[in-house]
C-alpha cells in the first residue's frame, strides 16, 4: 500500500480525496505541479488555504510517508458544487516557477565556466533558493548577454550550452546536473510494469538551424564620382545609412556639414550642406540660401562614410543527419543575442540534440512511489523491443487516490527525449515572447546595490571599498572631474587636500 501526507504551512491534513503530480522534464529543465481535491460539504474548508502557501507531498510504500515527492506553491483555490456536494480543488506550480516569474537583471558574461554563471545569476536575482547542487561543467563561456530575460529562460540557455538540465527540490535547492548522466538505480521489467508503450518520430528532427541575433552597426564607405556613380545630386547608397559623414575629396579633403533629414530640415532656410534619405538609403547634396552652393560639378569625387544595420546569423547543419532523413529546416530568433560566439554557441548546440530521431515510452508501474525526471532508469521490455535499454525519465505522473494507493498503482512515467506535446510549445513561446519584448533594453546598465555581507564577483573584477563615514563631494558647481586635487567631486580620503578655484 503506498502512503500519502498532505501537509500546506506545517498544517497536515488527513481528509484530501485524491492528489495528482506531474513532474516533466523538457529538453534542459524539470518542473512539477499538483492538484488536491477535498470534499467541501457547506463551506468546510471555505477559509482554510490562501494563495502562496506552502505544499509539501510525501508518499512511501507500507511504511509511514516521510518521502518528499513535492513541494511547492498554492496558486489557484476553485471552489465548486453546493451544500453537500461542495469540491474544493487547490493547484499550483513547485518553487521552479519563481524562475519563471523573476526577470534577470542584464548582465554579461565572459570566458566564465556555466555552473559559476548559473551561481552569480540565483546570487543576484533568487537568494532564497539555494545553489548546493549546482554541479561544475566542462564548459566555458566564451560571452553570453542576458537583457530582459526570465532567470528560468536565462538558466535554460546556459543548461543548452553546457549539456545539463535544472530542477528545483523538494528542499528549495536548485539542482544543475549532466544531462543522460544521473543513474536513479532503478531497472523497469515484467516485475514492476503493468504495460508499456515505445514509439519513434522524426517530427522533432532539425538538422539545419539558422540563428539570427541582433542587428549589429557596422562601418562602410562608398566612393562616387559625380556624373558616372550619381544622377543629379543624389548618391544612391547600398544601404539604409547611419552616422553619416560626407567629404568632398580633392587636394585638400573637404567634410560637409552639418547634414539634415530630407522632409525635415529645409536647405532654403536651414544650415544644412546634404540630407540623409534613410528609407530610400540616399544622400543628396543641396543648395540654397543658407546653405550655399554644394551641388559638385562632374568628375568631382564624393565619400560617404557612414554605419549600416546588419544582421547578425549563423548557419549551422548536419550533413549526415541530413543524408539519411532529408533536410529539416528550423530558425531562432533572439535578439538578446548580441555577439556571433553566442549565436555559434547556440546553433551548435541545438544541432547536436535535434539532429537525430527521437524515441519516447510510456509506463505503467507498480508499487514505485518515488522517481526523479531527469535521471536515467534501465527499461528492461523484450516485447516491446527494449532490452536493457537506458533511458532518461523525463515525465512522472502521481495519482493518489484510495483505490491506486491500494493496489500500489500511483505512478506512470514516460521515458526518454521528450517529444512536444501543446503545452510545452506554448510555454516555450510565452517565454521567448517575454524576451524579444523586452529585447530592446541597453545592455550597459550600472546596477547599485546595498549589501551586508560577502558577495561573489565573476570575470575581470575591479572593487573600491570606503569604510562607513567616508565622505564624497559631489554636485558642487564648476567642479565636475573625478578625483582631481582641484575639484569638489570625489571622496574625501584622510590627508588629502582639495583646492577650491
Do not use: W
Not at 532508469?377 to 487516490?401: C, H, R, W
Not at 500500489?408 to 510545452?424: A, E, G, Q, R
Request: no cysteine; charged share 25%.
Amino acid at each position: 500500500m503506498i502512503n500519502t501526507l498532505f501537509t500546506v504551512d506545517s498544517t497536515d491534513y488527513s481528509d484530501v480525496k485524491d492528489i495528482t503530480i506531474e513532474k516533466s522534464v523538457s529538453d534542459f529543465n524539470t518542473t512539477s505541479s499538483f492538484k488536491a481535491t477535498f470534499d467541501n460539504p457547506f463551506g468546510r474548508h471555505k477559509d482554510t488555504f490562501t494563495l502562496n502557501q506552502d505544499v509539501l507531498i510525501k508518499a512511501d510504500k507500507d511504511v509511514s510517508a516521510t518521502t518528499k515527492v513535492f513541494r511547492g506553491i498554492i496558486e489557484d483555490i476553485d471552489f465548486s458544487g453546493r451544500g453537500t456536494n461542495g469540491k474544493l480543488t487547490i493547484s499550483g506550480r513547485d518553487y521552479g516557477a519563481i524562475l519563471q516569474d523573476i526577470i534577470v537583471s542584464p548582465r554579461i558574461f565572459k570566458d566564465i565556466e556555466a555552473s559559476e554563471i548559473v551561481k552569480s545569476l540565483m546570487r543576484q536575482n533568487i537568494s532564497s533558493i539555494t545553489t548546493n547542487n549546482v554541479d561544475v561543467t566542462s564548459t566555458t563561456i566564451d560571452k553570453i548577454t542576458f537583457n530582459g530575460v526570465a532567470t528560468f529562460n536565462a538558466i535554460k540557455q546556459i543548461a543548452e550550452i553546457a549539456g545539463f538540465f535544472f530542477f528545483v527540490d523538494e528542499d528549495l535547492d536548485l539542482n544543475f546536473k549532466q544531462k543522460d548522466n544521473v543513474s536513479s538505480g532503478l531497472t523497469f521489467d515484467n516485475t514492476n510494469v503493468k504495460s508499456g508503450s515505445f514509439r519513434q518520430s522524426d517530427d522533432d528532427i532539425f538538422n539545419k538551424v539558422k540563428v539570427v541575433g541582433d542587428r549589429q552597426q557596422t562601418a562602410a564607405q562608398q566612393i562616387f564620382e559625380t556624373g558616372v556613380d550619381n544622377t543629379g545630386s543624389v548618391y544612391e547608397l547600398d544601404a539604409k545609412p547611419y552616422n553619416t559623414k560626407v567629404t568632398l575629396s580633392g587636394a585638400t579633403n573637404t567634410i560637409l556639414q552639418p547634414g539634415g533629414i530630407r522632409f525635415i530640415d529645409s536647405p532654403e532656410i536651414d544650415n544644412v550642406k546634404y540630407l540623409v534619405d534613410f528609407n530610400d538609403s540616399n544622400i543628396i547634396l543641396v543648395s540654397g540660401t543658407a546653405s550655399g552652393d554644394n551641388i559638385q560639378s562632374t568628375g568631382s569625387v564624393v565619400i560617404v562614410d557612414y554605419d549600416q544595420s546588419t544582421p547578425l546569423i549563423k548557419i549551422a547543419q548536419d550533413s549526415t543527419s541530413i543524408n539519411a532523413y532529408g533536410m529539416k529546416n528550423k530558425e531562432i530568433i533572439d535578439k538578446n543575442i548580441k555577439d556571433l560566439l553566442e549565436a555559434n554557441e547556440v546553433a551548435n548546440s541545438f544541432i547536436s540534440e535535434n539532429k537525430d530521431p527521437k524515441t519516447k515510452g510510456s509506463i505503467k508501474v507498480n508499487g514505485i512511489a518515488n522517481v526523479t525526471p531527469g535521471e536515467t532508469a534501465v527499461i528492461d521490455l523484450p516485447t516491446e523491443g527494449q532490452a536493457s535499454e537506458t533511458y532518461t525519465m523525463i515525465k512522472a505522473k502521481y495519482v493518489f487516490n484510495k483505490v491506486n494507493n491500494l493496489s500500489n498503482n500511483v505512478l506512470d512515467i514516460t521515458v526518454s527525449k521528450k517529444i512536444n506535446n501543446f503545452l510545452d510549445l506554448f510555454a516555450q513561446h510565452e517565454l521567448r515572447l517575454r524576451s524579444l519584448e523586452t529585447s530592446e533594453v541597453e545592455s550597459s546598465i550600472t546596477n547599485v546595490e546595498v549589501y551586508t555581507g560577502s558577495i561573489g564577483m565573476s570575470g575581470t573584477t575591479t572593487v573600491v571599498s570606503r569604510s562607513i563615514g567616508s565622505g564624497f563631494y559631489f554636485n558642487v558647481t564648476g567642479h565636475d572631474i573625478l578625483n582631481s586635487p582641484k575639484s569638489l567631486l570625489g571622496d574625501v580620503r584622510a590627508g588629502s587636500t582639495v583646492q577650491v578655484l
